[in-house]
């Protein structure tokens, strides 16, 4: 009687747990031309998001990153991996990076954001959901380091698309 109990109490957080999560596949797009600093930058900004949906009890993937900004304009191209995974959404990010690093006073390089544009596409229903751009210099001003930027912007960027998905699943 003890071990069917503990069995139904795993199953049960098992559909618990692929019932209301979500799974997201989160894919980055950059300008092949980006300075190598850019790199470094880019895995933070994955980074961040794939632990803020982690924290969220989503369950989420990535793709490697892509260097040309077409794959971003396709969204047939994110649908089609997104089926491949069977996944329920892909988030695409464009970091669109300055082409030279800037330096801060201390001596350290960073690659300065211009922008990070994203969507958020819903695989089972073939559309993009919402698409939006955030201005890396609205993240700048009020940093001492400015190099954070990017992990700011990220942050941001799960907020808004987790709002997203959560609309699309009807919550």
């Known amino acids: 009687m003890k071990n069917i109990k ?17 799974t997201i596949c ?10 190598e600093i850019s790199k470094e930058t880019t895995r ?23 260097y040309d900004k077409k794959y971003f304009k396709d969204d047939k191209y ?4 997104g089926i491949e ?24 390089t960073y690659a300065k954001i211009k922008k990070i544009s994203y969507k ?5 229903n073939q559309e993009t959901l919402s698409s939006k751009s955030v201005e890396g210099k609205k993240f700048t001003k009020k940093l ?9 912007m990220a942050e941001y960027i799960a907020r808004e698309a987790y709002k997203v998905i959560l609309k699309d699943k009807g919550y």
């Open 144 to 152: 001492d380091d400015p190099s954070k930027a990017g992990t700011l």
């Open 78 to 81: 994110f649908i089609e991996k």
């Open 6 to 22: 503990k069995l139904f109490m795993v199953l049960f957080l098992v559909i618990c747990t692929f019932g209301w999560s979500s």
């Open 26 to 35: 989160l894919s980055v797009v950059q300008p092949s031309d980006s300075p």
């Open 85 to 108: 995974g069977q996944e329920d959404y892909v988030l695409v990010l464009y970091v669109d990076y300055d082409s030279v690093p800037e330096r801060i006073p201390e001596g350290k």
């Open 120 to 124: 958020v596409i819903s695989v089972k």
């Open 44 to 66: 933070d900004i994955e980074s961040v998001i794939l632990t803020a949906f982690y924290d969220l009890d989503e369950i989420v993937t990535n793709s490697g990153v892509l």
